[in-house]
């Protein structure tokens, strides 16, 4: 019999891309495009249950077993290093982990940088390997306010399309990394539901490759 693979989806508008993208595998379910306030949706037939979830923790999901399979941001997978396996790259969802900062400023190295960031681990490892000493500012939202009011020297941040940083006179010192979304699938489920998830895998690699 076939087993019921639990999905975690991103909450927002990189979630509702990803959805169209499972539809167009084959993997609908109608009751997911209805607008209300629930949070599980299943299709018996296909045997899906979609949920959504804060961005943030999908991985966490995946990573215990409360989902399947979900698709993350690289930049989560990254910070959090969730033991899941990475299957496959989306091809969606795709902007840049920087280093930006105030135009015209340039890093002396005579002090400690300060750093504000969502993503400590990450900005942490790419100091590590400059040698460079850091202040890590952990700050959950609008990060670009730091150093406009001179919270911190740098920011390490998504870029998407470059607005934000260019709307508060910031720019771009390095790239960090590339970022996209990819589908991750927990270990255990991997080895339980191995042809469920397979499929769903294989449909959706034919989905990125379309595009
Ligand atoms: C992200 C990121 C930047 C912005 C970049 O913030 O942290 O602030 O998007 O996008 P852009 O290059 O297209 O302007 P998000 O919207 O997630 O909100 P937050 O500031 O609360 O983290």
Do not use: H
Request: net charge neutral.
């Amino acid at each position: 019999m076939k087993k019921t693979v639990n999905i975690a989806l991103p909450k927002g508008r990189l979630g509702e891309k990803v959805y169209n993208m499972f539809k167009a595998a084959g993997y609908e379910c109608p009751s997911i495009e209805e607008t209300n306030r629930k949070l599980i949706f299943e299709n018996e037939e296909k045997c899906i249950r979609y949920f959504w979830v804060k961005p943030s923790d999908v991985s966490i999901y995946v990573e215990r077993g409360a989902a399947d399979i979900g698709v993350a941001g690289k930049d989560i997978i990254l910070e959090y290093r969730p033991d899941v396996y990475e299957l496959l790259d989306l091809n969606m969802g795709k902007c840049r982990m920087a280093v930006a900062a105030k135009k015209g400023f340039t890093d002396s190295k005579t002090s400690t940088l300060r750093v504000a960031t969502k993503f400590p681990y990450i900005a942490q490892c790419f100091y590590d390997k400059k040698c460079r000493d850091i202040d890590i500012i952990n700050l959950n939202g609008s990060i670009e306010l730091a150093p406009i009011l001179d919270l911190s020297d740098v920011i390490v941040d998504i870029v998407e399309t470059g607005s934000t940083l260019r709307e508060n006179n910031l720019e771009v010192i390095e790239d960090v990394v590339p970022i996209s979304a990819r589908l991750i699938v927990n270990k255990v489920s991997y080895k339980f539901k191995n042809n469920e998830i397979d499929a769903i895998v294989s449909e959706m690699a034919k989905q990125v490759e379309n595009k």
